[in-house]
């Protein structure tokens, strides 16, 4: 399969199954640049390819903090206008402090996830900016 966006961002926190999800997603060829987001115990554990770069948060810092951290993390290693991301792991402070994160950097995004080992397109921010009655 191939892919319009060539990095994948990812959170690989929490949340059961989540992080089989994160490892199919990596495999996938049409990802050249893969950035997990995760936190110490993940970052000892997660098994990576050459393409995938782990990062570790505090997620038990405050959600602004967390914000701040994944900016600054991700800011000199995104080189696209626009990137996928998958939020199936993690918390909801999680999630609000990294897609805030994306969204101060500019960055558009297309959601996607795991369905019956097929990699789906979940939604695509850039829809709504052009076009605000999409549905």
């Not at 000892?44 to 770069?53: A, G, L, M, P, V």
């Not at 402070?93 to 019956?116: D, N, P, Q, W, Y």
């Not at 939604?123 to 999409?134: A, G, L, Q, R, V």
Request: charged share 25%; aromatic share 10%; glycine share 6%.
């Amino acid at each position: 399969m191939f892919l319009e966006y060539m990095y994948l961002i990812a959170l690989a926190l929490s949340g059961q199954g989540s992080w089989s999800k994160v490892y199919r997603l990596q495999s996938d060829e049409g990802y050249t640049n893969v950035i997990i987001i995760t936190n110490n115990y993940g970052k000892e554990r997660f098994n990576t390819s050459d393409k995938t770069k782990v990062f570790a948060i505090d997620n038990f810092k405050s959600v602004q903090s967390l914000k701040d951290d994944i900016k600054e993390i991700l800011k000199p290693e995104i080189k696209e206008l626009e990137v996928s991301v998958n939020i199936d792991s993690g918390t909801g402070r999680e999630h609000t402090a990294f897609l805030c994160a994306l969204i101060e950097l500019g960055i558009g995004m297309k959601f996607v996830t795991v369905e019956s080992d097929q990699i789906i397109t979940v939604e695509h921010t850039n829809d709504y900016i052009t076009n605000p009655s999409n549905e």
